[in-house]
């Protein structure tokens, strides 16, 4: 078998040779990961239209906790949280999807202009259709775009009483130090304002693995939908058959790790280039780290936000966090 370094330094000198092959950011950020050792995919790439759907499914599955412990939160304290944050002039929901989370809170936050914001498009369009003819008197400014490295606003969206919404604990997809940069981000763009976010809180394996690998393997139909999204980006030849889902907690790390294992030894094209991998060997494609309350007021603060404040469900599952800009 050709070694790793070896099919590197291969494909590095194929891409050196064929300078007329364009790759957009995307690809290259795909390929990228999937020539590294060991080989890993951002998880922003499961979320294509039909990724999207499937992550609907899955929050209703009775494994997954997060959102039904979110929305607990939002019923038992939501007047407290509306006092907390004050006046909202927009309400800026980041990964929106369905758009279904922030529009719970309209009639207690009561925000005059509604600004959802996801990869995937084609998938918020559906649902910014459904609101504007259930809300004809809210302003709803849709936005596609990627905001795990930067976060572009258009001037229409007024600087004034902004809260930035980033609820399901998709925070804890992001390293410690990317959700550091991430949350330094955000404060640059609300200054005066704050931010609502959700974070899923450490417990134990037996209550954390289940909710990644459920008994209907929807994550894993969500994990593995993520090799036809490759495919399609990066014109790769993946087999969904050739893989299986991997889930498990990293203790050492607190955080879920979610991986697609090769079944057998294989290799894996695309335009310009090629990736072998062994039998057992993974591609890393998911974090979610878990906080304690304690440990992400800290991470909080050293963003430089203040008046810090969070509730938790009854079981003490999971905790969303309000803080000033």
Not at 72 to 95: C, K, T
Not at 162 to 176: A, K, Q, V
Not at 218 to 223: G, K
Request: charged residues 20%; hydrophobic residues 40%.
């Amino acid at each position: 078998m050709v070694s790793p370094s070896a099919v590197l330094a291969h494909t590095a000198q194929e891409y050196q040779a064929r300078p007329s092959l364009a790759l957009s950011a995307e690809q290259v950020e795909l390929r990228d990961g999937l020539l590294d050792h060991p080989a890993h995919i951002d998880p922003k790439f499961l979320y294509d239209a039909l990724g999207s759907s499937l992550f609907t499914a899955i929050t209703q599955l009775p494994e997954y906790y997060p959102t039904r412990c979110e929305a607990e939160i939002f019923e038992r304290h939501g007047q407290d949280i509306a006092r907390h944050i004050g006046p909202v002039q927009s309400m800026i929901d980041l990964g929106a999807g369905d758009c279904v989370k922030a529009e719970r809170l309209f009639a207690s936050l009561r925000p005059r202009h509604y600004v959802p914001i996801d990869i995937s498009a084609d998938y918020l369009e559906t649902a910014v259709r459904r609101l504007r003819l259930s809300y004809p008197d809210l302003r709803v400014t849709a936005i596609g775009q990627d905001f795990s490295q930067a976060l572009a606003l258009p001037a229409e969206i007024p600087a004034e009483q902004r809260l930035f919404f980033y609820p399901g604990s998709s925070i804890g997809n992001l390293s410690p130090d990317d959700a550091h940069a991430m949350l330094q981000r955000i404060r640059a763009q609300c200054d005066g304002g704050g931010l609502l976010v959700g974070v899923d809180r450490v417990k134990p394996r037996q209550v954390l693995e289940p909710a990644y690998d459920d008994a209907l393997h929807l994550t894993a139909a969500f994990n593995l939908n993520l090799l036809r999204h490759v495919n399609q980006v990066l014109d790769a030849d993946f087999n969904v058959d050739d893989w299986r889902h991997v889930a498990l907690f990293n203790a050492a790390r607190s955080r879920i790790e979610m991986h697609l294992e090769a079944q057998r030894a294989l290799r894996v094209a695309w335009p310009g280039g090629t990736r072998d991998f062994s039998a057992g060997e993974r591609i890393h494609t998911e974090n979610s780290y878990k906080f304690t309350p304690q440990a992400f007021s800290d991470l909080l603060q050293s963003a430089g936000y203040r008046d810090v404040a969070h509730w938790s469900d009854s079981r003490g599952w999971f905790s969303v966090f309000s803080a000033r800009a």
